[in-house]
């Protein structure tokens, strides 16, 4: 019986020396079932090499094995869990997440065209919607009224005076937090089913197609958009993920499929989360722009060029996460040396 056994063994030990010839002579990477097998052989050769240290009979064969046993090992070890860094954040896990919930990302994105187009169809049908699609909070009503019929009104608005410092920075905090709570406030009505999030972008695209019509009539719409698009690329692409986040959390609730809808949400939480996550820094972004870039003396194409970067970062950074999307995913083999 022992014979057969240490005959068993021999065997196993020369199919992982020629497993393990074949891929270190060969230079190539192993194939998922090279893999596997050099694992079995592994943890066989493993339990046998304790088996002859605890018996210490043969020193050569105890030598051998151990040799053969740590070469196994080095291909086969796994890097050690590292902590998440916020580049890893950037770079691997959230562009991930991007690409699975790009259909949705579209479909915020159309809505919040769809509603921009409203609004500026609808006002220019009947001026006086202007009120029902701009918030009073926003500009008074007075004030709206002025800047639709004052050709005087526009320019001053859209003229470029030097602010203080200080009064930028408490404007900057002030539109943060504003929009800080839009954003938040789309995500988490999407436990609702979603409806108040769509809801909420439909209203958003309203009320931009709106406010634009007004500067959209005469000669001055280049500095209008001059005005408007460095911070506007930033900030409606921060809603749209805070939105996509609420749709996340609307889709759990709809159509959990085969699990409950407590489970649904639990797996949706992670993945909403990291978009609003995401979307803060750029809300940062936009807040700093629009009160230290919008409120400033630069040129029209000072500013152009501000959204010009603004949209190159963000094109280059989808660029990266469709080429990423488009990777295989790495199996995780660690339960292989279990």
């Known amino acids: 019986m022992e014979v057969k056994v240490i005959a068993r063994s021999r065997q196993f030990q020369e199919q992982l020396e020629a497993l393990l010839d074949r891929v270190e002579t060969g230079g190539s990477r192993l194939s998922f079932e090279d893999t596997r097998e050099m694992a079995r052989l592994y943890r066989i050769c493993s339990a046998r090499l304790a088996v002859q240290r605890s018996r210490a009979r043969d020193p050569e064969a105890i030598r051998y094995l151990n040799a053969l046993c740590v070469r196994a090992f080095t291909r086969l070890q796994v890097s050690p869990v590292r902590k998440q860094r916020l580049p890893d954040f950037f770079f691997a896990d959230f562009p991930r997440v991007l690409a699975a919930t790009a259909w949705l990302q579209a479909v915020v994105a159309i809505l919040m065209l769809v509603g921009a187009l409203a609004g500026a169809s609808v006002v220019a049908e009947n001026p006086a919607a202007l009120y029902d699609c ?25 003229e470029r005076k030097p602010v203080s410092f200080g009064f930028k920075s408490i404007f900057s905090a002030a539109l943060f937090t504003h929009n800080l709570s839009v954003g938040v406030l789309s995500f988490a009505a999407g436990i609702l ?38 911070h506007a690329i930033p900030e409606l692409l921060a809603i749209t993920m805070c939105s996509t986040a609420g749709l996340l959390l609307g889709r759990a609730v709809v159509a959990p499929g085969r699990q409950t809808v407590s489970a649904a949400l639990r797996a949706a939480g ?8 995401a979307a803060m820094p750029l809300l940062v972004v936009a807040a700093f722009i629009e009160s230290f870039i919008r409120q400033s003396t630069l040129s029209s ?38």
């Open 193 to 230: 089913a979603g409806i108040p999030t769509l809801i909420l972008v439909f209203y958003n695209g309203l009320t931009l197609g709106a406010f634009a019509w007004i500067f959209s009539r005469d000669s001055m719409w280049p500095m209008f958009w001059a005005w408007m698009l460095p």
């Open 301 to 338: 194409p000072a500013r152009f060029l501000a959204a010009a970067i603004a949209l190159g970062s963000i094109a280059g950074y989808v660029w990266y996460v469709f080429r990423l999307a488009r990777r295989p995913i790495q199996p995780d083999l660690t339960w292989l040396l279990k």
């Open 270 to 277: 992670r993945p909403a989360l990291e978009m609003v996550a």
């Open 134 to 158: 701009i918030p009073a909070s926003f500009y008074p009503p007075g004030q709206l009224e002025t800047l639709m019929d004052s050709r005087e009104a526009r320019a001053d608005f859209l």
